[in-house]
């Protein structure tokens, strides 16, 4: 997790329990009761029994999901486990919400199966500020005057199936400082007029549809902290005016996309920068020198795009976390000093990065701070049974592709928490020991290894193409 997004999202949760800490538990007024009960009749299906409080005749403020000052409703917060299936609502919302007159935070997250356009109601609330409507079902285009909500200060509608045009007279919420369109199906340009909305510390519109150039609208936006852009269809380089942002941005993710151009010499200058994804696009290029000195940087993921020369040392003291500089034009031939040395990497991933080095000489400060391991597609000789036995929090390590030469039976102590273990096409013998059955994922294929194999849930795809290799699933050991 990144701090940033810890920090922003903590916002709505404050003002929010704002709303709630002065709930009286009161009887509440009947428009209120009236406009709940008339909601609940709208939903058609509650497994888990979210709304199973919400019954007529009792004190409508002490309904689960319901917050109150005095005795008007100012807070509608319900909201499903993401990662849990039986909990979620199906149904439409009723329009019959526009009753809640002094509504001013409205919460339906992870619901799932909340269906139906962009609820008009919420344009007859006059106190409305919060609206975060994600993770449901609902669909159709975003209202064209979606600008007269002007008093939001926070609009989510993120993880939702929204298609059309982002509407140009969201220039008009210019309190908001949250903007969260990502995860719909969103198609068309950037307005321009977002440059209006200067207030904002975050704004998404990652996962849509959208396309043509990333306007210059960030000149504006002095607060901005956090920018996802990514998975769209933006192309061209990048808009000159992000390097206003320099003294606030933390957050910035513009992955999967098809930007080109070279990675602009400006970055350097974002002095609080923390995470930096430029990942599949088609950036070109050396990456400047002077990135090194982002003090901040923590996550930094390069990787396919067409990025050539030397990467330069990052001088971050307190070291790189993730770093991902895989599928580029990259010839680093030794996994970087910097990386090898940095005492907070949990995620390293080079794949076909030029590294011809041999495994036994790469000393990193502390195997156990490695979680995910990717060096796939190189020329790295040697044994990694080492790192191996001693990295206690691996879940991943790949491999495959390299010239590792090794016997597999030196791995007598593999993390109890690894998951994926792909050393296939390298040359590796001996024998297949039982330590790996465990795993979720194997791939030993096309080594050197022989004898019988342990038995293992491992299709026959992961150890073809060895040199003597006998038993189930292949075919049985000759007596
Ligand atoms: C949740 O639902 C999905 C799709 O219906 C299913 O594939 C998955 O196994 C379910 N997970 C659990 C934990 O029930
Ligand atoms: C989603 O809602 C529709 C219509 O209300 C219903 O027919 C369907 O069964 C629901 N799906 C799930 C997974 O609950
Ligand atoms: C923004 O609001 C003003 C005043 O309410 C209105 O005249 C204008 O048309 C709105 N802009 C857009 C782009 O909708
Ligand atoms: C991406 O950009 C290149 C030119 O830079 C263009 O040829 C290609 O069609 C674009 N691809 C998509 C999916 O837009
Ligand atoms: C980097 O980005 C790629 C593609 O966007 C993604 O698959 C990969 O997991 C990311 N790497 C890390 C370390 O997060
Ligand atoms: C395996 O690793 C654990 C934890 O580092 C260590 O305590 C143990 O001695 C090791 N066992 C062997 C056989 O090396
Ligand atoms: C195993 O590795 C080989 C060679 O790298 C690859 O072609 C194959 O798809 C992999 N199989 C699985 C099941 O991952």
């Known amino acids: 997790m990144n701090s940033c997004s810890v920090r922003l999202f903590i916002f709505p949760a404050v003002i929010f329990l704002l709303c709630l800490s002065s709930n009286e538990a009161a009887t509440c007024h009947p428009d209120d009761e009236a406009g709940l009960l ?29 917050g109150c ?9 319900l909201s499903g486990q993401s990662d849990v299936n039986e909990t979620y609502l199906s149904g439409t919302i009723s329009p019959s919400l526009a009753k809640l007159q002094h509504l001013v935070g409205f919460y339906f997250t992870d619901l799932r199966n909340i269906t139906g356009p962009f609820p008009q109601f919420l344009f007859k609330l006059p106190q409305l500020q919060q ?26 509608l993120d993880g939702n199936r929204f298609t059309g045009p982002i509407p140009s007279s969201i220039s008009n919420l210019t309190r908001l400082f949250q903007l969260n369109l990502g995860n719909n199906m969103l198609t ?44 769209n269809g933006f192309s061209g380089s990048l808009p000159r005016s992000i390097a206003s942002l320099k003294p606030v941005l933390l957050f910035l993710d513009l992955s999967q996309n098809n930007l080109s151009g070279t990675i602009p010499i400006f970055l350097s200058n974002f002095k609080v920068l923390d995470s930096l994804d430029l990942s599949r696009n088609r950036f070109s290029g050396v990456v400047p020198t002077t990135l090194a000195n ?35 034009r990259f010839n680093l031939r030794t996994i970087p000093k910097w990386v090898t040395s940095s005492p907070s990497i949990y995620s390293l991933k080079l794949v076909k990065c030029g590294i011809s080095m041999s495994f036994d000489h790469w000393n990193p400060v502390n195997p156990n701070i490695y979680y995910y391991v990717d060096l796939s597609e190189n020329e790295i000789s040697g044994s990694p049974a080492r790192f191996l036995n001693q990295a206690r929090n691996l879940y991943e390590f790949q491999a495959s592709r390299n010239k590792l030469r090794f016997d597999l039976g030196e791995l007598t102590n593999l993390s109890e928490r690894l998951e994926l273990l792909d050393l296939s096409k390298n040359m590796v013998f001996g024998k297949v020991p039982t330590t790996v059955a465990t795993l979720q994922k194997l791939n030993l294929s096309y080594n050197h290894l022989c004898g019988k194999l342990p038995v293992t849930k491992f299709p026959a795809s992961a150890f073809v193409s060895n040199d003597c290799l006998c038993g189930s699933p292949l075919p049985p050991c000759k007596a």
Not at 195 to 220: C, E, M, Q, V, Y
């Open 188 to 231: 068309g340009t950037i307005p321009v007029g977002i440059a209006k909305l200067n207030l904002l510390l975050s704004l998404n519109l990652g996962g849509n549809r959208l396309s043509g150039t990333i306007p210059d609208i960030f000149k504006s936006m002095t607060k901005l902290q956090s920018l996802t852009l990514s998975r």
């Open 294 to 328: 982002m003090p901040k940087l923590f996550h930094l993921n390069l990787s396919h795009n067409f990025l050539n020369g030397p990467v330069p040392a990052l001088k971050n003291v307190d070291g790189i976390a993730t770093l991902d500089l895989s599928y580029n």
């Open 69 to 77: 000052v005095t005795n008007r409703v100012t807070g509608l917060s």
């Open 131 to 156: 609206v975060y409507i994600t993770n449901n079902g609902l669909s159709g285009p975003l209202p064209a005057n979606i600008g007269a909500l002007s008093q939001l200060v926070e609009l989510g």
């Open 38 to 66: 008339a909601f609940k009749l709208g939903i058609t299906q509650d497994p888990s029994g979210i709304l199973s409080s919400w019954k007529e005749g009792t004190a409508c403020c002490s309904w689960s999901g319901v």
